[in-house]
């Protein structure tokens, strides 16, 4: 009798070891999915949920694989996105479809992404001052051919068509084109131009993603995201993506 006491006893233990094990697997593996899977409920509550969106830029913009990461904007924001980009567009008037002439072309929206492409910087366009065709030059026009220009010219005929508009900027990527395109302490490089899109939102307290330097891409995973030494391929764009919808949620 003592030892069918002793056997039940052992059992008993080794039932609640084996009940106390499943609980700790349990509570980790919950832990582990809370921290692996978006919140989807948290992003409907950001103020740009549900919002039409108008994109303005080069190629990078708007090529096929970008839609790898404008479907993350649908998915997750639940926005219904127009492209207005062309390739070859920069900000200043002598690169391509510019986005001055993008912008003169566009309706009303809730929000217009100005993103910034590659081509004002390949094709050595001058990248100006922050104060180009502002105010503080009483709208020199013939500033225009300069980036900053451009992005001014841009973001007051925005708000020229739409006052209550939400602007935001998302800054050139690194291009691989050579050693300036994506280091960022070269001189006369890409850091330049990105430097001066900053600057120009910062005078008219524009949020903007710095994609050359949160991006993530380097000559190591050069190959891995990037289709050619300018565009990324569609996974390239879906880690970009990722990134501007963390952006695009809560700025």
């Known amino acids: 009798m003592l030892c069918l006491i002793k056997n039940f006893k052992t059992f008993y233990s080794m039932k609640k070891c084996v009940y106390s094990l499943f609980c700790l697997l349990?509570?980790?593996s919950a832990?582990?999915?809370?921290q692996t899977t978006p919140d989807l409920s948290s992003l409907k509550g950001s103020f740009n949920y549900g919002k039409s969106v108008a994109v303005f830029g080069g190629s990078v913009s708007v090529i096929p694989p970008s839609d790898s990461a404008k479907v993350l904007w649908k998915r997750y924001l639940g926005m219904t996105v127009t492209n207005f980009g062309v390739p070859g567009a920069g900000?200043?008037?002598?690169?391509?479809?510019?986005?001055?002439q993008q912008v003169d072309e566009a309706g009303k929206f809730?929000?217009?992404?100005?993103?910034?492409?590659?081509?004002?910087?390949?094709?050595?366009?001058v990248i100006g001052e922050y104060?180009?065709?502002?105010?503080f030059d009483h709208y020199d026009t013939s500033k225009?051919?300069?980036?900053?220009?451009g992005i001014n010219y841009c973001i007051k005929k925005i708000y020229e068509?739409?006052?209550?508009?939400?602007?935001?900027?998302?800054?050139?990527?690194?291009?691989?084109?050579?050693?300036?395109?994506?280091?960022?302490?070269?001189?006369?490089?890409?850091?330049?131009?990105?430097?001066?899109?900053?600057?120009?939102?910062?005078?008219?307290?524009?949020?903007?993603?710095?994609?050359?330097?949160?991006?993530?891409y380097n000559i190591y995973n050069e190959k891995l995201y990037y289709h050619d030494v300018i565009h990324m391929n569609a996974l390239g764009y879906h880690k970009l993506g990722e990134l501007q919808v963390a952006f695009l949620a809560f700025p």
Not at 91 to 100: A, D, E, I, P, T
Not at 110 to 125: E, F, G
Not at 144 to 149: I, R
């Open 26 to 28: 349990l509570f980790y």
């Open 31 to 34: 832990t582990v999915f809370s």
């Open 91 to 100: 900000f200043s008037s002598l690169q391509g479809k510019s986005l001055q």
């Open 110 to 125: 809730d929000i217009y992404v100005l993103w910034a492409s590659t081509n004002d910087y390949t094709n050595h366009r």
């Open 131 to 135: 104060t180009d065709y502002t105010e």
């Open 144 to 149: 225009l051919v300069t980036q900053a220009g």
């Open 161 to 216: 068509k739409n006052p209550n508009a939400t602007i935001y900027f998302f800054t050139s990527s690194k291009a691989f084109t050579d050693r300036g395109g994506y280091d960022p302490f070269y001189p006369n490089g890409m850091n330049e131009y990105v430097e001066m899109q900053k600057k120009v939102c910062e005078l008219h307290g524009i949020p903007y993603l710095d994609q050359f330097f949160q991006g993530g």
